[in-house]
C-alpha cells in the first residue's frame, strides 16, 4: 500500500485523521469545504440516553468509555478547547415522564446520567411538571474541534487538499495503490457504490439566539435542547426533515425551532444564526465502517450521534487497518455489500 488518502474533514474523517496520527500513521486529507457539511452545523451533544425515551444508545458503554480520553486528549495536544462537560435539566412534559425516569435512575448503566428532579425557579421557563437533574454528558464544539485538527494537521506534515474528490479520482488512485478512506458523510449516497436502501439522511436545522431568560449552567432540553454557548447566546435545535436534502435552511425550519422554544421559554430572544446540515443516517440506525472494496473504505453514517460515537469507531477502524481485527459485524458495510 502506498498512500491513505481520508475524503472528507467532518467530524469522521478529523477523528480517524487523529487516531491515524497518535499512531504515527501519515495519511492526505481531501475536503471540499463548499460541499454539505453535517459536523458545521452539529450541536454536538455527547449523550448516551435517548432522551424521549430514556433508552440507552447501542454500545454507549464502550463510546462513553473513550469519551474524555479522547478529546481531552486531543486538546491537551492541540491547546484548543472544544469539549465541554455539562449537565442537562430535561423539562417533563407528563407525569408518565417522570414515572419513567424513576424507574430508569436506579439502572447501573443509566444511574451514572440521570439524577433526580428540581422544581422549576425560572419565571421564564413554563415546567409545570418539573425537571429531571442529568449528569455526566457533554457536548462537542463542533467547529473549534475541526479548527484544532486543521491546526494539529499543519504542524504535523498531514496536507489537507481543498478540491472535490470524485469517482474517477478514486479509479486512479485506487489503481496506483493507495488506501482511499470515504469520510463524505451523506454525500457517499451519490456515489451509487451502496444500495439506495442503505441511508436514510435527515435534514437538521439549528438557531443561535440570545435569550436574557435561560439558565447559562445547563443544558435545557424538552422537544428541542437549548446548549449555553456563553455571553447569554444558546444553540438551539434540532429539527428534522426528509425532503430537501442540503444545507438550506428553511422557513419551516426556523418557524418549528421557535414554536418548539415557545412552548417552554416565555422571555424575549433574538435569532442570530439559523443553519440546516444532513445527517448521514442509515435505514437500520447503524453506522457503516469497512472495506468497499480492495483499497477503498467507509467511515460512515453515525446519524445524529457522530461526537459519541466517533472516537470509539474509528479506534476500531484503525484496529481493523493495522492489526486485521475483525469488524463488529453490526457496523460492518458488509451488511449491504
Ligand atoms: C442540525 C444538526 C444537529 C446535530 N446535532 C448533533 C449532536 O448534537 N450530536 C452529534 O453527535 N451529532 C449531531 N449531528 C450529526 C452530526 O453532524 C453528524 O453525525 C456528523 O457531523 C457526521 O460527520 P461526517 O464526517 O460523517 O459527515 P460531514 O460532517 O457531513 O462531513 C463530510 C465532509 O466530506 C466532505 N466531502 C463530501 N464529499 C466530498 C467530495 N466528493 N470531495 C471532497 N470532500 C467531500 C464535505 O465537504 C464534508 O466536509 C447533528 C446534525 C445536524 C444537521
Known amino acids: 500500500m502506498k498512500d491513505i488518502i481520508i475524503v472528507g474533514r467532518g467530524l469522521a474523517g478529523a477523528t480517524l485523521s487523529f487516531q491515524l496520527l497518535a499512531k504515527g500513521i501519515k495519511h492526505h486529507i481531501v475536503d471540499q469545504p463548499s460541499l454539505s457539511s453535517s459536523s458545521k452545523v452539529a450541536a454536538g451533544l455527547v449523550n448516551p440516553i435517548v ?3 430514556l433508552k440507552m444508545v447501542q454500545g454507549a458503554h464502550e463510546f462513553m468509555t473513550h469519551i474524555p480520553s479522547f478529546y481531552q486528549a486531543k486538546e491537551v495536544l492541540t491547546g484548543f478547547k472544544f469539549y465541554h462537560e455539562s ?10 415522564e417522570i414515572n419513567l425516569w424513576e424507574e430508569k435512575k436506579d439502572n447501573v448503566f443509566h444511574s451514572q446520567f440521570l439524577k433526580g428532579f428540581v422544581q422549576n425557579t425560572n419565571p421564564y421557563l413554563l415546567a409545570p411538571h418539573g ?22 494537521c499543519a504542524n504535523n506534515g498531514i496536507s489537507i487538499t481543498e478540491k472535490t474528490f470524485t469517482k474517477n479520482d478514486l479509479s486512479t488512485l485506487v489503481e496506483s495503490g493507495h488506501l482511499i478512506i470515504l469520510c463524505n458523510g451523506h454525500l457517499l449516497k451519490d456515489w451509487e457504490v451502496l444500495p439506495e436502501n442503505a441511508f436514510a439522511p435527515t435534514r437538521g436545522e439549528v438557531m443561535t439566539i440570545e ?19 456563553g455571553e447569554k447566546q444558546f444553540k438551539v435545535g434540532a429539527t428534522y426533515h426528509w425532503d430537501k436534502l442540503n444545507d438550506m435552511p428553511t422557513d419551516d425550519g426556523i418557524e418549528r425551532l421557535r414554536t418548539d422554544l415557545e412552548k417552554v421559554y416565555s422571555g424575549k430572544y433574538k435569532i442570530i444564526n439559523h443553519q440546516a446540515g444532513v445527517r448521514p443516517n442509515t435505514k437500520d440506525r447503524k453506522p457503516i465502517i469497512g ?14 450521534r457522530a461526537a459519541l460515537m466517533a472516537p470509539q469507531l474509528s479506534n476500531i477502524l484503525l484496529d481493523y487497518l493495522t492489526t486485521g481485527n475483525p469488524l463488529p ?9
Open 51 to 53: 432522551l424521549k425515551r
Open 87 to 96: 449537565t442537562v435539566r430535561h423539562i417533563f412534559a407528563n407525569t408518565g
Open 131 to 152: 425537571l429531571g437533574v442529568m449528569e455526566g454528558i457533554g457536548w462537542l464544539d463542533t467547529n473549534s474541534f475541526l479548527n484544532a485538527h486543521r491546526f494539529f
Open 211 to 229: 435569550a436574557d431568560g435561560l439558565s447559562e449552567d445547563n443544558i435545557l432540553h424538552s422537544s428541542i435542547f437549548a446548549i449555553p454557548l
Open 291 to 304: 472495506k468497499l472494496k480492495d483499497n477503498v473504505m467507509v467511515f460512515n453514517g453515525m446519524g445524529s
Open 329 to 337: 459485524s453490526e457496523y460492518n458495510i458488509d451488511r449491504f455489500l
